[in-house]
């Protein structure tokens, strides 16, 4: 158990429909990281969230937005869904210390858009 | 981002030691090397990490070129639980007080047999 719990984990919906994932990192960690897995593309990077703050943006679709909340929890929304956009969603987090430290993954969500 | 190679896929025995390369021929002199691991249907999971030292943890050895070009993830007596996809990657070292991202290659798929 990585200490950064993901919901849902699995989620079915219809193209053009919204959906938002939720993140809750590892006590204390400020840093939060979002990933999509798709077969094709591998683990992409989409953003990164560092005490409320955006701190660095990836091959993030416009459809999609993100922001992390005082509590540190994180909340990716994906909008006017398409079928491509049917993968692995993960959210990590990590602690303040550089980049000695170690990225903590959840399990993930996986989005099915039909 | 600087480019880590990796070979695609890698086979091994059981008990035996597996030695897991990758080359960085374009790494900063402030490029971290770390190693994450995805095991069938979860997220990364970090393995070890080093700037110029070899390094040893309970999971694996990294062994790092003395120019840093080079390094291998050394797992020392491979179990079936070992089978997963190992990525290589270097992680710029940024100012105290912040985290970078890890930008995820391809990495290797390991499969370890009876």
């Known amino acids: 158990d990585s200490g950064v719990t993901q919901t849902p984990k699995h989620l079915i919906t219809a193209t053009g429909q919204r959906v938002t994932l939720r993140c809750s990192p590892r006590?204390?960690?400020?840093?939060v990281y979002w990933y999509q897995q798709s077969l094709d593309q591998g683990l992409q990077f989409l953003i990164q969230y560092y005490n409320g703050e955006e701190r660095a943006k990836g091959n993030i679709l416009e459809r999609f937005s993100a922001q992390q909340f005082p509590d540190l929890h994180s909340e990716l929304n994906l909008s006017s869904l398409e079928l491509g956009d049917s993968a692995l969603y993960f959210c990590a987090s990590s602690a303040v210390g550089g980049n000695t430290g170690e990225l903590f993954f959840g399990e993930g969500s996986r989005l099915t858009v039909l | 981002d600087a480019k880590t190679t990796q070979p695609n896929s890698m086979e091994s025995n059981e008990e035996e030691p597996v030695h897991l390369p990758c080359n960085h021929s374009t790494i900063s002199g402030t490029d971290y090397i770390h190693w994450y691991r995805q095991l069938p249907s979860q997220g990364p999971e970090y393995v070890i990490h080093?700037?110029?030292s070899n390094v040893n943890n309970r999971m694996a050895s990294l062994a790092i070129a003395e120019d840093r070009k080079s390094s291998t993830l050394i797992l020392h007596r491979a179990t079936l639980r070992d089978a997963a996809v190992y990525y290589c990657?270097?992680?710029?070292?940024?100012?105290?007080?912040?985290?970078?991202?890890?930008?995820f290659g391809t990495g290797t798929r390991l499969q370890v047999t009876l």
């Open positions: 006590s204390g960690d400020l840093s």
């Open positions: 990657i270097l992680r710029d070292a940024l100012e105290p007080g912040t985290a970078s991202k890890l930008t």
């Open positions: 080093g700037l110029t």
